[in-house]
């Protein structure tokens, strides 16, 4: 039929997730101070009936995060209760018959961590290693997805350059050391985690933006330098040490001449960013040179009245087709997000999730792009 959308067989349909956002009671970590999550979906204690919802819209894969402040909540001091807590989550997953992508870190430390100086310190790479080490030898059996980093160059701009989050620093030189701290820390990761599981499946969620050029070659000159410190430079350092990329896309960027973000805006979510689904498109032909296989880790948006999600779904995943049919390896796609959470900064305002949650009583509610999603999820195909 002219009108289905059918995606390769064994794709992995899922959502996303991170444990500071989710989780509920993390206080020994950077950001509890300044951004206190509080008890935040009490996801750490509902996983069970989470993972039903999941089960019963049809997705196959769910992305989360550990909690490194959990798990080795004081220098060298491993928490083996915590450990067998996502034991038990990862095996909750596998019941129902869900692929579970494990991420190590998604910008929270330990308070120790902090205190000897965060991404800055020299022994971060170490120390890093050193935790993933212990999660991955205890939790190997039934993992087969790791993500080592997410979003390094969004962590590195949003806590070194702009300073709106911790440890709210404005140093460039900061920030040029921090990513490649983040850098060497996949890079040895990788090689443990490989060491452990050769089998493993490892890589990094990079935030990568569709950078567009007016057609001047001022412009396209500015267009390109900006993709490659803002993309390429990670991905190029790392390319020998992942099997996979993961790719989160949120922006749309176009740039005339020295202006950013001359975008026109026609439709914006609820924090105000531009919808643009076509440039997952070209984003993914950005990373085609690279020749990985590539999952999306996160696509999604603020829509508290669920007004624009279904066409947000529907539109992405059009391009995404348009790129598998074209030779790109996409793998599988994760709607970011699950359910309402923390933004980060901007608290719990914005409602990111396919399914609401009331902050008061906790309750779960699926919206109705959620069952949208879920027959997509089901058929392996997209209708339009």
């Known amino acids: 039929m002219d009108n289905v959308l059918k995606f390769p067989n064994g794709f992995l349909w899922g959502t996303a997730t991170s444990s500071y956002q989710v989780e509920g009671g993390i206080d020994n970590c950077d950001w509890s101070k300044d951004f206190p999550a509080g008890i935040a979906c009490d996801h750490y204690n509902r996983y069970e009936e989470d993972f039903d919802l999941l089960k019963k819209l049809n997705q196959n894969a769910y992305r989360f995060s550990i909690e490194w402040s959990r798990i080795e ?17 990862i095996l909750a997953l596998r019941e129902r018959g869900i692929e579970p992508f494990v991420g190590l870190w998604h910008w929270t430390n330990p308070l120790w961590i902090r205190d000897k ?7 971060i790479s170490y120390y890093f290693s ?3 080490e212990k999660v ?3 939790l190997k059996d039934d993992v087969k997805f790791w993500i080592t980093i997410n979003e390094p160059e969004i962590y590195g701009a949003n806590s070194y350059i702009k300073g709106i989050w911790p440890p709210h620093k404005k140093s460039i030189f900061s920030f040029i050391s921090v990513i490649n701290n983040l850098i060497r820390a996949h890079q040895e990761t990788y090689k443990i985690i ?14 990568n933006a569709y950078y567009e050029a007016y057609g001047d070659p001022i412009s396209r000159l500015v267009k390109n330098i900006a993709e490659h410190l803002d993309h390429f430079y990670i991905l190029n350092k790392i ?13 749309h960027n176009r740039i005339k001449r020295f202006k950013f973000n001359q975008n026109e805006n026609k439709v914006v979510s609820d924090v105000g960013w531009e919808i643009y689904p076509e440039g997952i498109y070209h984003v993914l032909n950005n990373l085609k040179k690279y020749k990985k296989p590539i999952y999306i880790t996160e696509n999604g948006l603020a829509d508290k009245q669920d007004r624009l999600r279904k066409n947000f779904i529907k539109d992405h995943l059009i391009w995404i087709h348009k ?14 997000s699950l359910m309402d959470n923390l933004e980060w900064h901007r608290g719990f305002e914005p409602e990111f999730g396919l399914i609401g949650i009331d902050y008061k009583t906790l309750e779960r509610k699926p919206r109705p792009s959620a069952y949208y999603y879920a027959e997509i999820c089901k058929n392996n195909f997209l209708e339009i």
């Open 117 to 123: 100086g965060g991404w800055e310190s020299n022994k």
């Open 130 to 132: 050193r935790y993933a």
């Open 194 to 207: 490989k060491g452990i599981q050769p089998d493993a499946q490892v890589g990094i969620a990079t935030n």
């Open 73 to 89: 909540p004081k220098e060298g001091k491993f928490d083996e209760k915590e450990i067998e807590h996502y034991r038990r989550v």
């Open 136 to 138: 991955v030898s205890s």
């Open 239 to 251: 390319r020998d040490y992942q099997e996979f990329i993961g790719l989160n896309y949120y922006f």
């Open 323 to 336: 790129a598998t049919e074209e030779g790109i390896n996409v793998k599988g796609y994760f709607h970011w």
